[in-house]
């Protein structure tokens, strides 16, 4: 068990915020810094969600730091949506930041694919399993 001597007990890694739209899409915003110690608890909301049987958008935009864990996660889940016939979409609405560059980089951009805006993200998961926009 680590030690968090001199650091405050409100310092937090990140943020998962669970936000509906008014149409009652499930959208798992994804706020701050997020690595392997996060990535079980974004695991369990997805999972949870899928479960659900909806829809589901995830909103990298106000996150900041974002390592292979959680990419894996969102890759997984977008997988097991697919296969279960789920809308699931991802959108990144900043422009170059860390987590725009690591999703560049992967190739992760396209392979998710990643929409440059929540609603795009929000048309794209209600609209299809695959979360890719029609062409």
């Excluded at 706020?31 to 659900?52: C, F, M, N, W, Y």
Aim: charged residues 20%.
């Amino acid at each position: 068990m680590g030690s968090n001597q001199g650091i405050p007990g409100s310092v937090r890694t990140g943020e998962i915020a669970l936000e509906r739209t008014e149409a009652g899409l499930p959208v798992l915003a994804i706020k701050g810094e997020h690595d392997l110690s996060t990535a079980p608890v974004l695991r369990q909301q997805l999972h949870s969600l899928i479960a659900e049987g909806v829809p589901i958008v995830v909103d990298l935009s106000s996150a900041t730091f974002v390592d292979s864990s959680i990419l894996g996660v969102i890759l997984d889940a977008r997988r097991r949506a697919e296969a279960e016939g789920r809308g699931f979409a991802v959108s990144h609405a900043n422009g170059a930041d860390p987590v725009g560059r690591v999703l560049d980089i992967t190739g992760l951009r396209s392979e998710l694919p990643v929409h440059a805006a929540r609603e795009l993200a929000e048309t794209a998961a209600v609209g299809n399993p695959s979360g890719k926009s029609p062409a």
